[in-house]
């Protein structure tokens, strides 16, 4: 103890990592009342590797347990040490961003207060906090998190540990989005005046508003499109709604292939070999994704897997930085029919596979040849299936989603993509959450109305006639399906601001005022329901499994469609593309400073100057 006091500074004070210290626990136990050392303590100068890590080495013991993360779990070779003895420092050798998407897992595992969160710096202690287990749900991996508020503010995010998902680690989106749900909120409902201004209303007005217009209106008139962050609670909500104005035009921003089984077989859209199954495979094919920046937890776990038992990794699609060597096969579509074929060189590997696994990205399957696609990953994986001689335990065909709630949607009934929409378009247009953009004003008749629902102020707000105000992901109870199909479930951590309120709540309300109440008033009785239609959304933490994949492909053997020669490009290529991707991490200003650094480097991004 006396040696690793030796040179640390008595900053507990003023020190971020006061009360959830590691050597402050260790000096209550074992440590002295006094010092016995006279010489004067060595001072390090503080390194600036971005907007995200607030460092103060002189406090740093050099346990390296941040290099170890960095070049073990993150894959990148960012950080090291330089100097020998006494002079030795932890840093980047030439001052440099720390460029890694869970970069911000060095926090956690820091045991002083050598690097801590430059957000949430001297905001506030540990023990005045609250402490919620919750969600994330940014992507679709539904990562565990625990939701630390303060006086109704979220003060920070931290991870919380589930073997079979996340296990101990978060992404840098998940940890530092949070400043983003208070700012861009939608908190008042409005409606749009003679003049086409939006103006503030009561929640009579609106509501009765919104009524009158369902009333009067067709249901082949009626249609909704529902955005990545709603829980599955609003979309049964909001299908029964629309069912009983007897419309069926409910649609999910994101598309999916419906050729072939479509969406009628689970198997087709889900990661069926679940997260932690990585660690088994011996042989991964990854078409048209970028899993470092679309689901990076999944990657870490690729990553591990690659490392430790020799997992051997093989891309169609874009050539990337997945932080492990990969056998790039090219990223022509031509390649694929080749391997579905049998005729690419590839196939020799694969039939040797004891336990494969093709993994697809949801954003290739959106192209205009996604049925084909789909219909030749399925081919793939189920020859795999066959050569590996592990047909009913083991799983290989994968879908891996972007968004949280995709696959919850599609096991409720929701059609992918709103393709429907833009070849009929309706005359009112219901937009619970959908913040993508994916249909603009201009496609929609001039006496089209809109309803706005959602928590932000982003894409789908600005076109609406009425917006009603709803709550995030952590101010609510509410269910959410990762890409896995485990089901899980947000706890609120704080209330919801000014007049939002829960989604479902809101569409029960409607419901009531336009004559056709839904039988349910209490968050029990709404989930009685989501039973009723998909029994596997209230089996909490459990993954229900996916059959049928031999009759899903026989189905696929239908479509008749060409691949197009276009390349595989995912979306998210770069880091600086993986920051923000939704109306929440868009708001966030800790997210639009990452994206400054990474284009402009870490000095671009002016800091407070605080102590």
């Known amino acids: 103890m006396e040696f690793l006091l030796a040179n640390h500074p008595l900053d507990c004070p003023i020190c971020d990592q006061g009360g959830e210290c590691d050597l402050q626990d260790q000096s209550m136990m074992f440590g002295s009342d006094r010092s016995r050392f006279t010489e004067s303590k060595r001072a390090v100068e503080d390194k600036n590797i971005g907007p995200l890590i607030k460092t103060i080495m002189t406090r740093c013991i050099h346990c390296t347990r941040c290099v170890r993360f960095a070049s073990e779990i993150a894959g990148v ?4 040490t330089t100097g020998r003895g006494n002079t030795m420092e932890i840093g980047t050798y030439v001052e440099k961003m720390f460029m890694s998407e869970l970069s911000g897992n060095v926090i956690d595992i ?26 994330d749900v940014l992507d679709a991996v539904g990562s ?67 009524a009158g217009v369902l009333q009067a209106s067709k249901g082949s008139d009626i249609a909704a499109i529902v955005g990545g962050m709603v829980d599955a609670e609003s979309l049964i909500a909001l299908k029964d709604l629309l069912n009983r104005l007897d419309s069926e035009n409910l649609c999910t921003e994101e598309t999916f292939p419906m050729s072939g089984a479509g969406t009628d077989l689970r198997s087709n859209y889900l990661l069926n070999t679940c997260i932690s199954g990585i660690e088994e495979a011996d042989l991964l094919l990854l078409v048209g994704t970028n899993p470092r920046y679309e689901a990076p937890l999944l990657n870490a776990r690729i990553r591990k897997s690659w490392l430790h038992n020799e997992l051997q990794v093989a891309l169609v699609g874009h050539e990337v930085d997945l932080s492990y060597s990969y056998n790039h096969l090219g990223d022509s ?37 996604g049925a084909a696609i789909h219909a030749a990953v399925s081919a793939i994986a189920h020859k795999a299936c066959i050569t590996s001689g592990i047909q009913n335990s083991w799983k290989v065909l ?8 995709q696959v919850a949607a599609l096991d409720l009934g929701y059609k992918p993509g709103v393709e429907a929409i833009r070849k009929n378009p309706p005359k009112v247009l219901f937009l619970l959450g959908a913040d993508d953009g994916c249909i603009t004003r201009k496609q929609l008749p001039k006496d089209c109305f809109i309803i706005y629902q959602g928590h932000h102020g982003d894409v789908g707000a600005p076109m609406a006639d009425v917006i009603l105000p709803g709550a995030a992901y952590t101010e609510k109870c509410a269910t959410y399906v990762n890409t896995e199909g485990r089901a899980q479930q947000t706890h609120v951590a704080v209330t919801a601001p000014g007049m939002a309120r829960e989604d479902w709540k809101i569409i029960r309300a409607i419901s009531e005022l336009a004559g056709i109440t839904l039988p349910y008033d209490t968050l029990d009785e709404v989930r009685e329901r989501l039973a009723q239609v998909a029994p596997n959304l209230v089996r909490y933490n459990d993954v229900e499994e996916a059959n049928y994949f031999k009759q899903a492909n026989e189905l696929t053997k239908g479509v008749n469609q060409a691949v197009l020669s276009e390349p595989l490009i995912p979306p998210q290529l770069t880091v600086k593309d993986f920051y923000m991707t939704d109306s929440i991490s868009r ?9 400054k650094a990474v284009t402009e480097g870490a000095q671009a991004v002016e800091e407070p100057n605080i102590c």
């Open 77 to 80: 070779e960012d950080l090291g």
């Open 110 to 135: 820091c045991p002083v207060g050598a690097l801590t969160s430059k957000p949430y710096s001297f905001t506030s202690r540990p023990w005045e906090t609250r402490k919620t287990e919750s969600i």
């Open 144 to 210: 565990n998190i625990v939701v630390s508020t303060r006086g109704g503010e979220v003060m920070r995010i931290l991870p919380r540990l589930n073997e079979d998902i996340n296990e101990e680690w978060i992404s840098d989106k998940t940890r530092f989005a949070y400043d983003g749900l208070k700012r861009q909120r939608l908190t008042q409902t409005m409606v749009k005046d003679t003049s086409g201004q939006l103006v503030a209303t009561s929640w009579e007005e609106a509501l009765t508003r919104v």
């Open 333 to 369: 579509t031509q390649v694929l029919e080749e391997i579905a074929a049998g005729t690419h060189p590839f196939n020799e590997i694969l039939s040797k596979a004891k336990r494969p696994v093709v993994m697809v990205g949801s954003a290739t399957l959106q192209r205009e040849d």
């Open 398 to 405: 994968n879908v891996l989603h972007r968004v949280a709630s």
């Open 587 to 595: 708001a966030s200003q800790t997210m639009a400073k990452c994206v």
